[in-house]
C-alpha cells in the first residue's frame, strides 16, 4: 500500500488538495508548478490569502531540520528552498503562506514550501498527491504551526479510509493504548535526528522466540546513530546490518518448507530488502507466517499476515510472482537508524502525544476506525468524466476520504447527456447505505422524443442488512466464504409487506386514470439483477443509462446493478380504487448466495376527484 494520504483544502477561495502524511519531515509542501497538467496541483495565482516569505523573514533564514543550511534569495528577493530526501528525491520553490482548512478547523498564515520543480523516484505516486504534509517536531511542521499537544492516525491495509485525529482521541470503542517514551537528546550530533520520533527499541521476536541481541545494539552511540524513528513516509521498516541479519536468518528458518526461496543474488528490492520468494501465481493467499514483533519500553508491534510479505509489481519468475520480506538493511541505504514504516504501521492506532512525551500504540482495525468517522466519498454512475477524472469519486484512486462534518466539491461538466444515472457512497459496501438518484433533465425546449408524461418518479432498488455491511464483508474475507445474504430488498428505501419486519412500510405509488407515467427505474442494490414488473400493466422502455432506445414494451424487466433504465407506465383508463403489486426479485436457483427474497410496493388507482362548480356553469361536475 502507498503513504498515508490526506485531503484538505488551501487557498481562498479553498482549493482541494491531497497530502502524503509524513512524521519524517518537517516542512509541508505543495506542488505550484501549474504549466504541470498531469500532475495535481495547487494554483497560488487564484488565492487571495497566498503570500510569499520575503528573504528578510526569520521563517527564512532560521536553521531548521530541512534547512540546515538557510534557505537563499531568488532574483524576486523571495525566499528560496531546496529540500532533498533519502530516496534521491528533491524539489525546489519557495517559502510562502496561506490558509489551511482541516475538518473543521480553519488555519491561517501556515507556512509551506510552494514548490515548481523536482525530481521523485516514485513518479506514480507523485502522479496522484499534491504534496507532503509535514508532521515532526520541528518548528515548521504542521503539527507544530498548529500547536496540537496531541495527534492521531491509523492506517488502513486495505484500500479504505484510515484516520487522522488532531486532538484528543477520547473514544469509547477504542482499546486502550499501551505507550512508550519518546527519546529526546538535548545535545547536537552528527547522526541523531532530534526532531524525529524517537523511541527505544529493545528487542525483536519471531513468533515466540526472542532474538539474542544486547541491550545497547538498540541505543544510540556517541554520535548519534543508532536511533529509533517512527516515520509514516518511509515505506517499510528498515533494521542496521547486524540486527537485520539475525532477524532474516530467523525468519528463514521458521518458514522453511512454507515459502520458496528466491535464489538471484543480484536481485534486491528497493536497494535494501535481499529476502525474497517465489509464490506460484496460481496461489491467492500466503499460507501461515511467522509473526514479528518489534517489542519497546511499555508497547510492542506486531508485523503478521501479507504486512510481511509484499508482492513486487512486474517481478514475474516463470510461472511465479516475487514476495519481498518488508524488513530491509539500513546499510544497504547509508542510513545510521532504525526506521519504523508506514507498512508496519498499518492497523495501529498510533497516538503522538508531545505534552506527555509519547507514543500509545494500539492494535485496531483501520478500515472500521475510519467508518466510525462517517469517511465517505462519492461516485457517480454513467457520467462521462471529460478531463475531469479527478471527481469520479474511487476509493483511493482519485481522491481521500471526506470526513464527516467535511464537504467536498464535485466540479464536472456534463456534455451530451440527459436521461437517468445515479450516485453512490464509495467504500467497500457503504455502497448499500447511501445513493440516490442523478437526473440529467433535456436543454430548455428541447422535448423528449416521446409524448411528455404527465408525471416522473425515481424508483431506485436497494438492499437492507440487519448488521453492518462492513463487518459482513470483512468476516467474508477473513474466512475466504462468501459474505452474507442481505436481510431484505427495499423499494425507495422500504421493504415492503413481504418482509417479517416490525414495521411494514411499503412505498405507494398513487396514479390517475388514463395518464402516462415516466419511471425512472435504478438498481442500487449491490451485486443483484433484478427483475421488476407491475402485476396486469405493461411497461415502454424508452432509455437505458441516459441513452434513449428504440422503444418497446415488455411485462417484466432485468436491471443489473448501477444499471439505470426509464420506462412508461400508461395506466388503464379506468380503474377506480384499485391496487396491484409492482415487484422486484432476482431469479437465482442457488442457495445461499443471492437473497432471494421479493420487495413489493404498491400501485394504486385513485377515486376521480369530483369537483363541483355552483356559479354560471350551471351546476355541472368535472372530473380531473
Known sequence: MSPSHVSLSVGSPPQNVTMVLDTGSELSWLHCNTTQISQ?????NR????????????????????????ASCDSNNLCHAILSYADASSLEGNLASDTFYVGGSTMPGTVFGCMDSGYNSNSDEDSKTTGLMGMNRGSLSFVSQMDFPKFSYCISSTDFSGVLLLGDANFTWLVPLNYTPLIQISTPLPYFD?????????????????????????????????????????????????????????????TSGI???????????QGAMDLCYRVPLSQTSLTQLPTVSLMFSGAEMTVSGDRLLYRVAGEVRENDSVYCFTFGNSDLLGIEAYIIGHHHQQNMWMEFDLEKSRIGLAHVRCDLAGQRFGFVRQSRHGIRQLQTGWADGPAYITQCPIKTGQSYVYNFTIVGQRGTLFWHAHISWLRSTVYGPLIILPKHNIPYPFAKPYKEVPIIF???FNADPEAIISQALQTGGGPNVSDAYTINGLPGPLYNCSAKDTFKLKVKPGRTYLLRLINAALNDELFFSIANHTLTVVEADAIYVKPFETETLLITPGQTTNVLLKTKPHFPNATFFMTARPYVTGLGTFDNSTVAGILEYQLPFQFYQHDYLDHKAFTF
Not at 520575503?54 to 521563517?59: D, G, Q
Request: aromatic share 12%; charged share 20%; with cysteine.
Open 40 to 44: 495535481p496541483r495547487f494554483d497560488p
Open 462 to 464: 436497494g438492499e437492507w
Open 259 to 269: 515459502l520458496r526461496v528466491l535464489e538471484d543474488q543480484n536481485f534486491v528490492f
Open 194 to 254: 532530534r526532531v524525529a520520533y524517537t523511541v527505544q527499541l529493545e528487542g525483536i521476536k519471531v513468533s515466540e522466540k526472542v532474538l539474542p541481541f544486547p541491550k545497547s545494539i538498540f541505543e544510540p552511540d556517541h554520535t548519534g546513530a543508532g536511533q529509533t524513528m517512527v516515520d509514516s513516509g518511509t515505506q517499510f521498516t528498515f533494521l542496521l546490518g547486524p540486527v537485520y541479519s539475525a532477524l532474516k536468518t530467523e525468519f528463514l528458518n521458521q
Open 47 to 70: 488565492s487571495s490569502s497566498y503570500s510569499p516569505i520575503n528573504c528578510s523573514s526569520p521563517t527564512c533564514t532560521t536553521r531548521t531540520r530541512d534547512f540546515s543550511i538557510p
